[in-house]
T-cell receptor, first 114, second 113 residues
């Protein structure tokens, strides 16, 4: 596709359940980023991939959060034992290369934990 | 640590007025980039501009202009002759390298017809 695609657009899950959020970056973009945006706040960095490897996962809040990018394209953000505080919009972005190039964002996945 | 401050939480102006959105940043990096993104109600962040720390020239793109002043660590954004379609949340962001962007909390701009 022409842009960054995220699925699902909305996800409602019960507290304690496991969820997976998918990101399909722009073709050819080697860098992929996950952010989390809470209501009324700016996006907060979670993790960054360069190719298949997680180059920086310092933004992941705890070990319930994990992300993979096995073939260097599509990425999945996985959240175990979800908590109500995990409710937010999860944004994915990709850029042609790492570093200072502009990142293009998807429309996000709105996660609601009830 | 990096920090971006957008002190204006919400601005409301009447259409055709000029409006300036403020952005102040903190970083210890000597090389960095500054960005502005627009987030309309649809939620998708739209890239507007990128400026590197070595280029302090102001930039104009149509009704948009940006004023980068390294001496005051500011990167302000002005919309001239605002239009209703400019209504959105605008984010200033800072990048110090390969890591992700550090965003401000955003300014909600309301353009009234």
């Amino acid at each position: 596709g022409a842009g960054v695609s995220q699925t699902p657009s909305n996800k409602v899950t019960e507290k304690g359940k496991y969820v997976e959020l998918r990101c399909d970056p722009i073709s050819g973009h080697t860098a992929l980023y996950w952010y989390r945006q809470s209501l009324g706040q700016g996006p907060e960095f979670l993790i960054y991939f360069q190719g298949t490897g997680a180059a920086d996962d310092s933004g992941l809040p705890n070990d319930r959060f994990f992300a993979v990018r096995p073939e260097g394209s599509v990425s999945t953000l996985k959240i175990q034992r979800t908590e109500r505080g995990d409710s937010a919009v999860y944004l994915c972005a990709s850029s042609l290369t790492a570093g200072y190039t502009e990142a293009f964002f998807g429309q996000g996945t709105r996660l609601t934990v009830v | 640590a990096q920090k971006v401050t957008q002190a204006q939480t919400e601005i409301s102006v009447v259409e055709k007025e000029d409006v300036t959105l403020d952005c102040v940043y903190e970083t210890r990096d000597t090389t960095y980039y500054l960005f502005w993104y627009k987030q309309p109600p649809s939620g998708e962040l739209v890239f507007l501009i990128r400026r590197n720390s070595f280029d302090e020239q102001n930039e104009i793109s149509g009704r948009y202009s940006w004023n980068f002043q390294k001496s005051t660590s500011s990167f302000n954004f002005t919309i001239t002759a605002s239009q209703v379609v400019d209504s959105a949340v605008y984010f200033c962001a800072l990048s110090g390298g390969a890591d992700g962007l550090t965003f401000g909390k955003g300014t909600h701009l309301i353009i009234q017809p």
